[in-house]
């Protein structure tokens, strides 16, 4: 293992950054080095996956599955000699986060090293970078690496980079095969990945994060990794905090931290705090007077039935209306699923509807109890994990928001209803969210 | 013999609710018509008529496993 660039201090993912625009390859080299040659026996490659499993890094794109584990189901399906391949997943569906984007924007050989050690560690025949069709600036920033990288690269398999609908089902890894093979976002029952992935073949499907953690672990080691983060969740993880903060933008945390330290590194709240949603459209959201007692480490936050998720954390400020951002958010969800499952199609715009209702005073009372109905009527029962992730959100904010709901169920809607969104969903949302700044400062360690 | 459990595929169903008319100690249907499974594993006194109802389904939508299928 190379002598770590970077001591038990953040930034770790996002050292290179700098407002010039994408890190080219020669300062990335300077930063970390080359990339590390293709392991050449079975020796190797053992090694290094035992190394990935001793840091224990966990899957970014929401699920914190353990990156190991699913190296070696890629390994064990099908035949032994049968074509491997990397899915790299950087859809980003999720309007309220772009932490992936912005990593591919700014350190596009981070995230191309991540695809090519992933590659070496199954003996992946290819490799494709998925990216959503909006990311303009990250995909220009990828191929432009893809050239500048080519002679560095000979002797290795290809890195295709593909962009796919610009949804938020786009994300899902089975949706996301689907679009590669030219089809619309629509996810499969069962067969995973690993099993029937690209080309039928198995299949490594990772978030790009993740890819990127792998690049620095394959480098510096697994103990290095951990110098950093909680006993649980090892190392550091991006973030993208949105809304009430004074400098909004992508941050790296250390596992663990309070998220406390990271508003504080933000500027602080810029306005009295609400609730934060934690972990996406897919998350929970969380009183602010828990918020100032989590740390962010998936392992803590499940605890509180909430996760890390897709990253985001949104703060919600005091004249916001929490009920009226998550109906917007509702509303998108159900307008964003596949429309496949029964339940899904059914639910969420029943969902929806139900909760617009409430808030507009239409229900009474009962609007809550039906909605909780509701939710037990979507959890699960979906070919994918889009419902359940609805229902969280929804019971969540039942929960936190209990107070305003009562009123509304009085008295309709508030004053915060009219007020602007804090989360911009499509299309509004604008790109230039992506701040530099925040990420900069996230170059903090936040422990 | 290992233990099974009933699952639907949730894109191929559409609602026919045989199964819950062949079978309903384990599969109730929710308001639209879709079925709500046990989760518990099948009795070995009704799995004839599990693998019964399985066979019905015109949309080949019901399933006997082994286990829960994971998703992401
Ligand atoms: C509705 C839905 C949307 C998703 N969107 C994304 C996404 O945009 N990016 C992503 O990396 N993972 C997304 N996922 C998770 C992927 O299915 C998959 O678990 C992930 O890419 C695996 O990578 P990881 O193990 O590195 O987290 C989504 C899942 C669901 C159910
Ligand atoms: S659960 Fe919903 S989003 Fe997922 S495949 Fe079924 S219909 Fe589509
Ligand atoms: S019989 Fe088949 S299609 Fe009909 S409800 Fe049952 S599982 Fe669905």
């Known amino acids: ?447 | 013999m290992s233990k099974q459990r009933l699952i639907v595929d949730p894109i191929s169903c559409d609602a026919h609710g045989i199964c819950a008319e062949l079978l309903p100690e384990l599969i109730a249907t929710d308001e639209w018509g879709y079925p709500l499974l046990s989760e518990q594993h099948v009795p070995a006194e009704l799995l004839a008529l599990a693998r019964q109802a399985v066979r019905s389904c015109p949309r080949r939508a019901l399933l006997l496993a082994a286990q829960r299928e994971k998703r992401a």
């Open chain 1, 1 to 447: 293992m190379r002598a770590p660039a970077t001591a038990a201090t953040l930034p770790r993912l996002l050292a290179g950054i700098s407002d010039e625009g994408p890190c080219a390859l020669e300062a990335h080299q300077r930063l970390h080095g080359p990339l590390p040659p293709p392991l050449r026996s079975k020796r190797e490659r053992t090694a290094l996956l035992d190394e990935v499993e001793r840091a224990r890094l966990c899957g970014r794109g929401g699920a914190y599955f353990p990156l190991a584990q699913k190296l070696r189901a890629v390994l064990a399906a099908g035949h032994v000699r049968a074509p491997r391949y990397v899915v790299a997943n950087g859809a980003e569906g999720d309007p309220s986060s772009a932490k992936d984007r912005t990593l591919m924007r700014l350190l596009p050989h981070l995230v191309l090293d991540g695809v090519a050690i992933a590659g070496d560690l199954i003996g992946a025949r290819g490799a494709v970078l998925a990216i959503g069709a909006d990311a303009h600036d990250a995909q220009s920033a990828l191929e432009r690496a893809l050239q500048e990288r080519a002679r560095a690269d000979e002797g290795r398999p290809r890195t295709e980079l593909v962009t796919v609908p610009n949804r938020y089902i786009s994300g899902q890894e089975t949706a996301l095969l689907r679009c590669l093979e030219g089809g619309a976002p629509l996810p499969r029952f069962a067969s995973p990945p690993h099993q029937r992935g690209l080309r039928g073949q198995p299949t490594l499907v990772s978030n790009v994060e993740t890819l990127a953690h792998l690049a620095l672990i394959a480098r510096y080691g697994a103990d290095w990794f951990a110098q950093l983060g909680s006993g649980h969740e090892p190392g550091s993880v991006l973030v993208t905090l949105w809304g009430a903060a004074c400098n909004p933008g992508v941050y790296e945390v250390e596992q663990g931290a309070p998220l406390g330290a990271l508003i504080d590194a933000a500027g602080g709240a810029a306005a009295p705090l609400r609730a934060v949603l934690c972990g996406g459209l897919a998350g929970g959201w969380v009183d602010s007077s828990e918020a100032a007692m989590i740390t962010l480490d998936n392992r803590a936050l499940s605890k509180r039935g909430l996760g890390l998720g897709a990253g985001t954390l949104l703060l919600l400020p005091e004249h916001a209306c929490g009920l009226a951002e998550t109906a917007r958010m509702l509303r998108f969800l159900a307008a964003e699923a596949a429309g496949q499952c029964g339940p899904c199609r059914h639910g969420l715009p029943a969902i929806a509807d139900c909760f617009e209702e409430t808030l507009r005073g239409h229900r009474g009372a009962r609007g809550s109890k039906r909605l909780l109905e509701l939710a037990a009527l979507i959890d699960r029962r979906g070919a994918c994990s889009h419902p359940d992730g609805s229902a969280r959100l929804l019971r969540s904010a039942l929960r936190v928001f209990a107070r305003e709901l009562e009123w509304h169920a009085r008295n309709g809607l508030c004053p915060g209803c009219e007020a602007e969104p804090i989360l911009q969903l499509r299309p509004a949302r604008a790109p230039r969210a992506l701040a530099i700044s925040g990420a900069r400062e996230g170059a903090r360690s936040l422990r």
